[in-house]
């Protein structure tokens, strides 16, 4: 018997596909304590949560016989993905079904907020009968500038359009012709900061959105701007939200997200008259529940009857098995793929990926899908997995080429991963050395020999003594470890890169003071 825990509340016509298979027993438990979770998980071979029950490291040691892990919804923060992927446990979430709901969820919203509709039904609710208080603004012939023109982000534009606003976005990852084609002007950030009468970010959370709109943005923006996030809590920093809100630069904001979830009671943004909330609701309507109940009781149902992976945020095969014997070149590829997504900015147009020796004896083609995954994986974080990434690098308009050559280079077999960013080529290149060891060997050109692996520091710079002295004392000042460093050069005296396995993050703050250190060119930190 195939055991299958429900561990939050979940659409009855997701939990009817499991049961009508004849060797599967399901069984629906919610509101289980931890420890409750924990004695109990060792008895399933899969587990299908909401958000409530948090999947951590310490579930996941004591769950012996599970195999897979659903999620229904797109978040994967309550699960925690590399103890499960350490353990071979199939994680996969539900990134399609609640995109209508979520955008239905912002224009209510931004009519909300433009209607006063919360604070007037609260207001006759208690007697009174204001009706010049309460006055509204039309959305017709307003901008709305829209922050992530992925799934959400175009579904809130295209109904943004059709109540005759005029679109703007920003999303620096996807090709202008597919938001023209839409009737959506493409600007750059501070453009769209500055044109829109309404703003709303569609974007993940990730190092480089993570308080995106704060103090600096809130200036550039027009006065009486009104602000609208059902994305995720800190895109835009609270205190700095606060702050325009008071000064009366924003005339209101419309938050289904917070940076801390629940929000503390006392927080002021919870209090302010022109501030809507909704408690994280983007995706609570039935249809979007039913909508990833299925397709997260799917998932799980064709994996453990082992008819195919789908969704899986870390499986790239069909069968659990090649996975597991390609596994060294998996991790090797996501991670070029990562390196490539973070070290080279800007619009990617093509993607040309060589496969060099004896790897490619192999089904490359889960190589491939890693490879995609870990370059939009900074972007789109768990909206993309494995099995989509190809398909989304399409929609984005990048091209993908894949070579295979029998030739033999320096090494046994070398992975190489090439971008065309606005004209100019950009690479990273990896092998596998003896035990399986991922190694970098190639930066643009110049090789080095670095372990892809936690935080790095990447530079360029010229090939002059006292470049590493410098870095190395920046570096203890700022109380950063060094764990390794490698050097590639093309000539003595020429171009260099450097790059650094270093054993914590580096403030803004800090890369800035090493950017303006004699002779270095760039510098840019990833995390692998
Ligand atoms: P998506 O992956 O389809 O789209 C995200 C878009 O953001 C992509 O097009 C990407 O290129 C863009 N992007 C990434 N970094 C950017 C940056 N620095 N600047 C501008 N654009 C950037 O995701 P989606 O399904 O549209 O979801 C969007 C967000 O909504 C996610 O954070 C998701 O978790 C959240 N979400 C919230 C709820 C809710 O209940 N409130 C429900 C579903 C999804
Ligand atoms: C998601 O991650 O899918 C949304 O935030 C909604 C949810 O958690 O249900």
Redesign the pocket.
């Known amino acids: 018997m195939v055991k299958i825990l429900v561990s939050d509340p979940l659409s009855e016509e997701g939990i009817k596909i499991l049961k009508e298979v004849k060797d599967f027993q399901v069984d629906i438990k919610t509101d289980l304590k931890p420890d409750e979770l924990k004695a109990i998980i060792k008895e399933y071979h899969a587990l299908i949560v909401r958000s409530a029950t948090k999947v951590t490291r310490d579930i996941i040691n004591a769950a012996s016989q599970l195999k897979v892990i659903g999620r229904a919804?797109?978040?994967l923060d309550n699960v925690d993905l590399e103890a499960s992927t350490n353990k071979g446990i199939i994680v996969m979430n539900t990134?399609?079904g609640?995109?209508i709901?979520?955008a239905e969820?912002t224009m209510s919203m931004i009519l909300a907020l433009s209607r006063n509709i919360p604070a007037a039904d609260f207001s006759l609710k208690a007697g009174e009968w204001k009706r010049s208080k309460f006055m509204g603004v039309e959305l017709y012939g307003k901008t709305l500038g829209v922050?992530?023109?992925?799934?959400?982000?175009?579904?809130v534009s295209k109904r943004a359009l059709s109540f005759g606003m005029k679109v703007i976005a920003?999303?620096?990852?996807?090709s202008k012709e597919v938001a023209n084609h839409l009737g959506i002007e493409v600007v750059e950030?501070a453009e769209l900061f500055t044109q829109s009468d309404y703003i709303s970010?569609?974007?993940?959370?990730?190092d480089?959105?993570r308080h995106?709109i704060s103090d600096k943005e809130f200036v550039m923006m027009k006065d009486g701007v009104r602000i609208v996030n059902?994305?995720?809590g800190g895109?835009i920093n609270e205190v700095a939200l606060l702050k325009a809100l008071d000064s009366g630069k924003v005339a209101g904001a419309a938050l289904?997200?917070f940076e801390k979830e629940p929000p503390d009671s006392q927080s002021p943004l919870l209090k302010h008259k022109n501030v809507v909330l909704t408690p994280?609701?983007?995706?609570?309507t039935e249809e979007?529940q039913v909508n990833v109940a299925i397709e997260v009781c799917q998932s799980v149902r064709d994996a453990l009857l082992d008819k195919g992976i789908r969704n899986a945020a870390n499986f790239p095969c069909l069968a659990v098995e090649v996975c597991q014997l390609l596994q060294p070149y998996i991790n090797l590829a996501e991670k070029l793929g990562l390196l490539a997504g973070q070290l080279f900015e800007g619009r990617v147009s093509e993607l040309k990926i060589n496969y060099t020796g004896e790897i490619i004896k192999h089904d490359i083609s889960p190589l491939t899908m890693a490879i995609v995954k870990g370059l939009?994986s900074?972007?789109?974080?768990?909206?993309?997995n494995y099995i989509n990434a190809k398909n989304?690098a399409k929609e984005?308009g990048i091209k993908i080429l894949e070579l295979k050559s029998e030739k033999e280079e320096d090494f046994t077999n070398l992975i190489s991963v090439e971008v065309a960013i606005e004209g100019k080529h950009r690479k990273v290149a990896g092998t596998l050395f003896t035990n399986n060891e991922p190694r970098i060997v190639n930066v643009d050109g110049l090789y080095v020999e670095a372990i892809p692996q936690g935080y790095m520091l990447f530079l360029e710079n010229w090939d002059k003594p006292g470049v590493i002295g410098g870095l190395g004392t920046l570096m203890g000042k700022n109380g950063i470890n060094i764990a390794g460093m490698t050097f590639g050069r093309d000539k003595p005296g020429g171009k260099a890169v450097s790059a650094l396995n270093i054993d914590s993050a580096v403030s803004s703050h800090a890369l800035d003071e090493i950017k303006k250190l004699d002779n270095i060119l760039s510098v840019k930190l990833v995390k692998l």
């Open positions: 919804g797109v978040g990134p399609a609640n995109t709901s979520t969820h922050v992530g023109l992925g799934r959400i982000g175009t579904e920003y999303d620096p990852f996807l950030l970010v569609h974007t993940p959370l990730t480089e959105t995106l059902c994305a995720r895109i289904d997200v994280h609701l983007g995706a609570s979007a939009l900074p972007i789109l974080q768990e909206t993309v989304l984005r």
